[in-house]
């Protein structure tokens, strides 16, 4: 597509229940990215995928983060027993290259609200 | 644990003027600053980036400025303008590898006023 789709774009959730986050990054980008952000925050490095290679999990808060990709394409970040503390903005990314400085195009996030 | 440290956290600036947002990091395996700009409800975009291996970079209106040895960089808005309010995030990238994800300041928001 012409750039990065999330979906939903806004979650309303009950604290305990999962919820599923969805992007999907430009064609051909092999490197795709998911930062948090919380209200007035900046933006809070989660995980990253390359083409084929082990994700870079680093900035998963706890164990009720989860994320996959599927090859090059779609990825879902999945956030098991929500807390009040997941609410934020979620952001995917994605980029041409991953060594190389080129920036990313981020999609629009989904706002996620835990009650 | 590597940070930028962005400021300030928010700016107010008359219609013409510049707006200035300063950033410092502390990991000299950066190589590479973005700055990203984020309207309400829309993932940030990218503005204007740079490489330690210059001191100055400009793009129309928009200038950044980079001091290797202070390891420091900043991002000129000359004649701002009320579409320029928004949110301005610095970031930096570490060298290529397994540092590809970058890591970014805390955001400045800039109001321009008319």
């Known amino acids: 597509g012409a750039g990065v789709s999330q979906s939903p774009s806004n979650k309303v959730t009950e604290k305990g229940k999962d919820v599923e986050l969805r992007c999907d990054p430009i064609s051909g980008h092999t490197a795709l990215y998911w930062y948090r952000q919380r209200l007035g925050q900046g933006l809070e490095f989660l995980i990253y995928f390359q083409g084929n290679s082990a994700p870079d999990k680093s900035g998963l808060p706890s164990d009720r983060f989860s994320a996959e990709r599927t090859g090059e394409s779609v990825s879902t970040l999945t956030i098991q027993r929500t807390q009040q503390e997941d609410s934020a903005v979620y952001l995917c990314?994605?980029?041409?290259?991953?060594?190389?400085?080129?920036?990313?195009?981020f999609g629009s996030g989904t706002r996620l609200t835990v009650v | 644990q590597q940070q930028v440290k962005q400021s300030p956290q928010s700016l107010i600036v008359q219609k013409g003027g510049i707006s200035i947002i300063n950033c410092a990091y502390e990991n000299t395996a950066f190589d590479y600053f973005p700055w990203y700009q984020q309207f309400p409800g829309k993932g940030p975009a990218l503005l204007i980036a740079i490489r330690p291996d210059v001191s100055e970079k400009k793009e129309g209106r928009f200038t950044i400025s980079f001091n290797k040895s202070a390891k420091q960089f900043s991002l000129h808005i000359m004649d701002s303008q009320p579409g320029d309010s928004a949110t301005y995030f610095c970031a930096a990238r570490g060298y290529g590898g397994s540092q590809g994800n970058l890591i970014f300041g805390k955001g400045t928001k800039l109001s321009v006023k008319p």
């Open positions: 990314a994605s980029s041409q290259y991953l060594s190389q400085g080129t920036g990313y195009t």
